[in-house]
């Protein structure tokens, strides 16, 4: 007698079936992710291999010494430098995110389909003109006898200026993130919640709140490795008072002071690994709370 199939023979050709349908997704994707890693580990190679040698008068030589990275180290302009960087990474991340959130939940929020796609034009837009031309124009209205120059007219060449343009420049790579987010949300929970007698407060708090953290955390880590890798906006409006990493990295370069620049690149990938560390163990014990 020959009974049903049983489960473990009904789910084998399911399976079978899956793998046959993600092969062709990873052979699409493989060209990129190769090219991508190969240049990734090309690059870094390379300055670790520049770091570690001696450059005189433009030419390198000796090939393992540690002598820049101990000058490098024992430079306090450079330590400078770094904490200028780390803190406009962490402003600019902070007043982006608190711009960025209630501008996705009001697109999130609008009805008429038309009028998020206008508004999703107007946030993303900017991406379309070059951010040197986005940090020209805000040179022009933050100069004297600009649009904004009497009002802050002491911002330009200080930080405040920076800190205004750069949150102009990353204000559409906070808002995908938080915007993805929100709309995982069904809105049977904030309905649900609201028949139980939450106020409109206490459903934000409770609810919508802490489901969206992974998405604020999401657009916070991606403003802040853009912001500290930034070099024109740093560059155009700090006129030289606001010095960032990328920026004596360029200076080094081209001084011909390949060793320095080497070492700098390489301090600067190693801050942006270790913050994508940090973001990524919040996000993780967040997501292990929420579980639980």
């Avoid at 600019?92 to 209630?102: D, K």
């Avoid at 009028?115 to 951010?131: C, G, Q, Y």
């Avoid at 206490?202 to 709140?209: D, E, H, I, S």
Wanted: aromatic content about 10%; proline content about 6%; some cysteine.
């Amino acid at each position: 007698m020959t009974g049903q199939p049983s489960g473990a023979g009904l789910v084998a050709p399911a399976t079978r079936l899956t793998r046959r349908r993600r092969n062709p997704a990873a052979l699409l994707v493989l060209p990129g992710v190769v090219y991508l890693a190969i240049a990734f580990v090309t690059v870094v190679a390379l300055l670790i291999s520049y770091s570690v040698r001696t450059e005189k008068t433009s030419v390198l030589f000796a090939p393992f010494d540690l002598g820049t990275w101990s000058t490098a180290l024992g430079d306090s302009y450079l330590w400078s430098t770094i904490g200028t960087t780390l803190r406009l990474g962490l402003i600019v991340s902070l007043i982006t995110v608190l711009v960025a959130y209630p501008l996705a939940w009001c697109i999130q929020t609008m009805r008429r389909g038309w009028a998020a796609a206008a508004m999703l034009f107007v946030v993303f837009s900017p991406i379309l003109v070059s951010v040197v031309v986005r940090s020209y124009g805000w040179q022009l209205l933050l100069r004297t006898g600009g649009p904004f120059g009497d009002t802050f007219d002491s911002w330009l060449y200080h930080e405040p200026g920076v800190i205004l343009a750069l949150v102009h420049v990353e204000l559409p790579f906070a808002v995908f993130p938080i915007l993805s987010s929100i709309r995982t949300i069904p809105p049977e929970y904030t309905e649900a919640a609201a028949d139980l007698g939450a106020s409109a407060m206490q459903r934000f708090r409770k609810v919508l709140l802490p489901l969206t953290v992974p998405g604020l955390l999401s657009a916070m880590q991606l403003v802040f490795t853009l912001t500290i890798s930034a070099f024109a906006t740093p560059a155009l409006l700090g006129g030289g008072r606001v010095t960032v990493l990328a920026q004596t990295i360029y200076q080094n370069i081209q001084l011909l002071a390949w060793p320095l620049a080497a070492v700098q690149a390489v301090l600067l990938l190693v801050i942006t690994l270790v913050v994508l560390s940090l973001f990524a163990l919040v996000t993780r014990l967040i997501g292990g709370g929420g579980a639980r």
